[in-house]
């Protein structure tokens, strides 16, 4: 079947969540939102794009700090409402320029940090 | 810092989505989402509890066909507004008995399936 993104479920706002792995590790990086002129983009370009629900504008990731993501696979999930992206990250994914945005665990009922910045 | 589920961001429906990861192998196994309620069943358990939104109830995952999550490690992301959950998954996470949910793969612009059933 030819990939529609129309075909997607998107929520009430037309948004549809994706989730950043690393190609390889399988480190999960990220998650943020998409449209589907986003995905369209995304696959069109082979970088990553999401929308930004605080700008509402495009986010063509890694664009002003250079940390890309290349788009290895796009997968679909089960209910068609979530994206799981395969992606070759750049540098840190996060912008607290950790390698992930997933630094806080919570252990013992405490939150501590297990990352640090890469840069 | 002590882990107040409160503390999270949540959407205008109370919720915030999950990402359900099998420890070790790194796989992302499924998203879901979760209320505060629900995350506080998760760490007292110690067994994975989403809140269906379908449903509109909780969803101890496994409860009814044994493929349990058992949960390793909850993590928080930096906005507060997503969840990774390192876990131990009995058997398939997904409903179709497949491993994962993201067995849809985008391939030359058509969807590919590219992984069957395990049971």
Request: hydrophobic share 25%; net charge negative.
């Given at each position: 079947m030819r990939f529609d993104p129309s075909n997607l479920k998107f929520d009430d706002k037309g948004l549809i969540p994706a989730i950043a792995q690393q190609q390889g590790?399988?480190?999960?990086l990220m998650m943020a939102w998409m449209n589907a002129a986003s995905i369209e983009k995304t696959l069109e370009t082979g970088h990553v794009t999401y929308w930004s629900r605080s700008r509402q504008s495009f986010w063509a990731k890694g664009e002003s700090s250079g940390h890309v993501q290349k788009l290895i696979e796009l997968r679909v999930d089960c209910d068609r409402d979530c994206l799981l992206l395969i992606v070759d990250q750049t540098g840190p994914a996060c912008h607290t320029n950790r390698r992930d945005c997933f630094y806080t665990a919570v252990r013992d009922g405490e939150e501590v940090v297990i990352s640090e910045p890469m840069v």
């Open positions: 590790t399988g480190e999960v």
